[in-house]
């Protein structure tokens, strides 16, 4: 008889947070040690379990990861702090697990080539390039294009030479699929082998040629671990074509990304667009990770909402902290027949 397994799996939670527009990184006098995020009772030299045939297996993950970013009153990301320097609330929880470290990171760049984007696709290829730049020998990208529709021009790769090489011979035509690109790069990233994920859309406008809506993405949007971030590189309103799908492409990128946890970045002079890739990278690199364990038990896979308060150093000014809202809950499930 053949197995058959029925999985609903903890959708892992990793929220990203609103991150500054500034790429000026400052620290904290007494830098916070950065502290592993696996539980200390872990052993990794434990025999496994054989499953009989038959039998079933239900595990309870029940450990909630928060992506954090920390910004002073003049945007720039603040380093440095600790475990007691952060409040998790559902309500409130106790901070079991703490990081800061430079982790790597899987990240997909959706670029749009449609036809509008003809005068503006040489500075897109640069602020791409850009972003690239920022990478760790641990990074792994892969790139996914779209016009008329959506298609992968490169999977997983850590050689960011191979993907300047592709995006290269890349011209604008057609229409926008901007939806079934995300839907593409989000299931892309199921592939990837790193737990920090990001998407980075660089487009100018909203959708005009997708099959799946705007409800399917954000339904799987909201439960995917993985960031979201837009560059749209818009005319002034005066300027744009008054149809529905440009009108709205800001409000529809500025709805995605807030929903990942990521920040939707807005460009009227193009010449800004490497600059705010730049930034994005390093905003990437310098978040807290903070753990801790539910206290609602029941794995009935409801959103359950969250909220981050900080308590910063006395004699810092003001910080901001801000965080995708909430995450689902499930329990793992493996049955062996």
């Excluded at 641990?138 to 997983?156: G, K, P, T, Y």
């Excluded at 409800?215 to 949007?221: A, E, P, T």
């Excluded at 008054?242 to 460009?267: C, D, I, K, Q, Y």
Aim: proline residues 5%; neutral net charge.
């Amino acid at each position: 008889m053949s197995n058959s397994f029925i999985v609903t799996r903890l959708l892992p939670i990793l929220f990203g947070f609103l991150l500054p527009l500034s790429a000026g990184i400052w620290h904290l006098p007494t830098s916070a040690a950065a502290q592993s995020i696996a539980p200390a009772d872990v052993k990794h030299d434990t025999p496994g379990k054989s499953i009989q045939q038959g039998q079933s297996l239900q595990i309870d993950v029940n450990l909630a990861l928060v992506n954090v970013t920390v910004t002073d009153p003049y945007d720039r990301v603040v380093t440095g702090l600790e475990p007691d320097n952060f409040r998790v609330f559902d309500i409130e929880q106790e901070i079991q697990y703490f990081s800061s470290e430079d982790v790597p990171i899987s990240i997909g760049v959706i670029f749009d080539l449609s036809g509008s984007m003809a005068n503006k696709v040489g500075k897109a290829k640069e602020a791409t390039l850009q972003f690239f730049k920022t990478a760790n020998p641990q990074d792994e990208f892969f790139l996914v294009s779209f016009n008329d529709r959506a298609e992968l021009i490169s999977a997983f790769t850590n050689s960011v030479d191979d993907l300047q090489n592709r995006l290269s011979f890349a011209s604008a035509k057609g229409r926008t699929a901007l939806l079934d690109a995300i839907y593409l790069g989000l299931s892309e990233m199921r592939t990837a082998r790193n737990g920090k994920r990001a998407l980075l859309i660089i487009c100018d406008g909203g959708d005009n040629n997708s099959r799946y809506n705007e409800k399917d993405i954000k339904r799987l949007v909201r439960e995917a671990n993985t960031q979201l971030y837009s560059i749209g590189i818009f005319d002034p309103l005066e300027y744009r074509n008054r149809t529905t799908e440009e009108l709205n492409g800001p409000s529809l990128l500025n709805e995605v990304t807030e929903l990942s946890g990521g920040r939707a970045f807005t460009v009227e002079k193009i010449n800004d667009l490497p600059d705010i890739a730049t930034k994005i990278g390093a905003e990437l690199r310098n978040q807290y990770i903070l753990g801790y364990r539910p206290s609602d038990k029941s794995h009935d896979a409801r959103w359950r909402k969250v909220k981050i308060k900080l308590r910063a150093p006395k004699g810092l000014p003001p910080l901001s902290v801000s965080a995708k809202m909430g995450y689902l809950w499930a329990r793992l499930l493996v049955c062996c027949g």
